[in-house]
């Protein structure tokens, strides 16, 4: 879940720095990270992506710009990933803190785009609405982006369908990305006075501020292949929100989806089920001879689904709240190492980059 209300304010001085960002720098004089940036007014979503000595370091962030500074933490732990100052529109210097090993080096961040990215730009909207017009009012707040690929690339309208069916329920014939936010804000605060304005009491004042989020971000943009984070977060009262992400990778060249047929061969279920299964085991430390059922788990062995993501060394996948387990498991995340599966994948498909 990412809550935060952003609000843009340009001093004289504030350089522009917005839309999507594709970044790289070195540290340590040769190790390459990546950010991967949504600017939503003066906040930042992304991910940081380090693949240097074989290792995956790979997080989500959350982030704030400040007049020309900007800082980037991991979601899950706000440890502080990059700070610094923007000092045009395509670099950011600062200080990079490795969250593997806690040095801090200096570097320079630029946006740049090889054969195998590509860039895209950002369709944002940030609004509330009161729900009493007198008085000290409970808000609803909305909050949506869309990414979109540019108008030149081949696969354009492809990748645009995918992300416009996956989270908004459209196609690219009804294709404008202001008109389709608006509309989704307008049915959002209509629902939220239709069922609130006739039963409000000031005693249950919270119960009453509602939030919807539709945001999307970038996991991974390289190798032709683009992995997309598509987040849905709504409050509408009670003890707390539902969020709900859905992993989606697109092969930019073709701009087709990618399945689990496009990267591994044959019979690959069986073995690719065992695989995960027992990585889910040695990552939450449990022993190997016990059955799901007796550790909280809803299912007898954990499934093979379309929501995964993939980067350069590997293949996770992705498991919502209440998904599969009990909500003290939280999100399930997990990641298999391509190295793990190079018996199982496709010599001629969509990873051969590997």
């Known amino acids: 879940m990412?809550?935060?209300?952003?609000?843009?304010?340009?001093?004289?001085?504030?350089?522009?720095?917005?839309?999507?960002?594709?970044?790289?720098?070195?540290?340590?004089?040769?190790d390459i990270i990546t950010f991967d940036l949504i600017v939503l007014g003066d906040q930042v979503i992304g991910y940081y992506n380090?693949?240097?000595?074989?290792?995956?370091?790979?997080?989500?962030?959350?982030?704030?710009?400040?007049?020309?500074?900007?800082?980037?933490?991991a979601a899950d732990t706000e440890q502080t990933i990059f700070e610094g100052e923007i000092t045009d529109s395509k670099h950011i210097q600062g200080q990079w803190n490795s969250p593997d090993n806690g040095q801090t080096y200096t570097t320079i961040l630029t946006e740049e785009y090889n054969d195998g990215s590509i860039r895209l730009s950002n369709q944002y909207i940030n609004d509330q609405v009161v729900?009493?017009?007198?008085?000290?009012?409970?808000?609803?707040l909305f909050q949506c982006n869309m990414v979109n690929p540019p108008e030149e690339l081949?696969?354009?309208?492809?990748?645009?369908?995918?992300?416009?069916s996956q989270f908004f329920d459209t196609d690219s014939d009804s294709y404008n990305p202001e008109k389709i936010i608006q509309e989704l804000k307008e049915n959002f605060f209509?629902?939220?006075?239709?069922?609130?304005?006739?039963?409000?009491?000031?005693?249950?004042?919270?119960?009453?501020?509602?939030?919807k989020q539709k945001l999307m971000s970038v996991k991974y943009n390289e190798d032709y292949i683009l992995t997309m984070k598509l987040h849905d977060y709504a409050y509408t009262g009670g003890s707390f929100g539902t969020g709900i992400s859905q992993f989606i990778v697109i092969d930019s060249r073709s701009g087709k989806r990618v399945k689990l047929n496009d990267i591994f061969k044959g019979e690959?279920?069986?073995?690719?089920?065992?695989?995960?299964?027992?990585?889910?085991?040695?990552?939450?430390?449990?022993?190997?001879?016990?059955?799901?059922?007796?550790?909280?788990l809803f299912v007898e062995e954990i499934p093979l689904k379309d929501?995964?993501?993939?980067?350069?060394?590997?293949?996770?996948?992705?498991?919502?709240?209440?998904?599969?387990?009990?909500?003290?498991?939280?999100?399930?995340?997990?990641?298999?190492?391509?190295?793990?599966?190079?018996?199982?994948?496709?010599?001629?498909?969509?990873?051969?980059?590997?």
């Open 307 to 354: 929501n995964f993501y993939i980067n350069k060394t590997g293949i996770g996948f992705h498991f919502n709240v209440y998904e599969i387990a009990t909500p003290s498991y939280g999100v399930i995340d997990i990641f298999i190492p391509f190295t793990d599966v190079q018996s199982l994948l496709k010599e001629d498909g969509i990873i051969s980059w590997r």
């Open 131 to 140: 729900l009493m017009e007198n008085g000290n009012s409970p808000i609803a």
């Open 154 to 164: 081949q696969s354009s309208s492809s990748i645009r369908n995918i992300l416009l």
């Open 268 to 296: 690959f279920g069986p073995k690719l089920k065992e695989l995960i299964n027992a990585k889910f085991k040695s990552q939450y430390k449990i022993n190997p001879n016990k059955k799901f059922s007796e550790i909280g």
């Open 50 to 73: 380090n693949f240097n000595y074989g290792k995956t370091i790979s997080l989500e962030l959350s982030g704030e710009i400040s007049e020309n500074k900007i800082i980037l933490n």
């Open 190 to 211: 209509n629902y939220y006075k239709q069922i609130n304005t006739d039963n409000y009491t000031d005693d249950k004042y919270t119960k009453y501020n509602w939030m």
């Open 2 to 30: 990412i809550i935060f209300v952003a609000s843009t304010v340009y001093g004289q001085n504030k350089i522009q720095f917005d839309g999507y960002k594709h970044l790289s720098g070195k540290v340590d004089k040769e």
